[in-house]
């Protein structure tokens, strides 16, 4: 299954925190692809959260109600919108390639809820990748490099291939399932497709 | 518990098929309230799918996918945007005055999901009416009655108060639940509140 995820995503975090031991219930594999999931929102003027904060209100209190449901602990509210520059996605984008993916958005979202630290700005993400054991100046380096911005766009583009328009996305094949609370019907359908027809094409 | 939903939503279309027996099931008594949800996204500007093609089709094989699950018979997506008139709220919030409103409803969403009869025109919700063996002309004059045009209003605001942006809603209290994948969330919260915090207030 592909988990298509953006480090800025707020309800990305239940998922995050949840996938590794859902998936490896079922037996299934999974690929952390990070993306930029607000270069696409922008692109459809998906305005999900921005001038709704009703919407933002009961945001937050949905999260707190999953996070309870599923064991997480809940800090309250963190900042969001996070990662204005990026450089949280550039990072998860980098390790995703290295083979240090899962280990770096777990990290990096555990600062932002647990502690408030939002990604992307104040050194956070070079703290996050030094308490991993890693060189932050080297690792930051190369993920400002042509390669990995390229990678950038090629997972993003992978992601609008599918038809994704928000974070987090799980894809099986063509079935695109949208939101932590369509986490275990995809990785339920990766094990065995529920319905006999096609995903329609876009 | 409070069910405010609006006879032209599309996700409602499952909580309105699943609430009574769920309910039943948990010995949670439901009030069933009809508002004009169209009101409040043009007051918010929440264009959930207007102009988003992508997520459209996303949304019409989310639920595809969401009434296998739960046994619900599905025919294809029906017509959408329906009941631009307001005719089917209309009757709807007559019918739950006068204490059939979940038979209407019921029957107004299996008009346009299982027959695609679309609400609210060509005399589909007289045909409602009528199959539920009352008289249609009477109840769509009583209908357009300025004591039923003033129960939509209050009731719209009494949605509004409870911070709702979108159908179907479920209300316990002052906590808000929002989508039918949240319907057993606040079913189980109606018999017990499963955080110790109470909802930010607007």
């Known amino acids: ?17 949840r996938i590794e031991a859902l998936a490896a219930l079922r037996g299934v594999p999974v690929r952390w692809r990070p993306f930029n999931v607000r270069a696409i929102m922008q692109e459809m003027d998906n305005r999900f959260l921005q001038g709704k904060p009703l919407k933002y209100r009961y945001m937050w209190r949905d999260i707190e109600r999953r996070a309870a449901l ?3 602990d809940w800090n309250g509210p963190p900042e969001h919108p ?8 550039r990072v998860a984008t980098l390790a995703a390639a290295e083979g240090w993916g899962p280990e770096f958005a777990r990290a990096s979202f555990e600062d932002w809820f647990t502690h408030h630290r939002s990604p992307g700005v104040g050194g956070h993400t070079a703290q996050v990748i030094g308490r991993l054991g890693r060189d932050a100046s080297a690792i930051l380096a190369r993920a400002e490099a042509p390669e990995n911005l390229a990678r950038i766009e090629a997972e993003t583009d992978a992601a609008r291939q599918v038809g994704i328009f928000g974070s987090p996305s799980f894809v099986v094949g ?7 609370d369509r986490l275990e019907a ?8 529920t319905l ?6 876009i």
């Open 1 to 17: 299954m592909e988990f298509f995820f953006f480090p800025g995503s707020t309800y990305t975090w239940l998922s995050v925190m």
């Open 70 to 72: 599923h064991g997480l």
């Open 82 to 89: 996070v990662d204005r520059n990026l450089e949280a996605l």
């Open 174 to 180: 063509e079935e695109l399932f949208w939101g932590d």
């Open 186 to 193: 995809a990785l339920d359908w990766a094990r065995r497709p």
């Open 196 to 201: 006999p027809t096609p995903m329609p094409p």
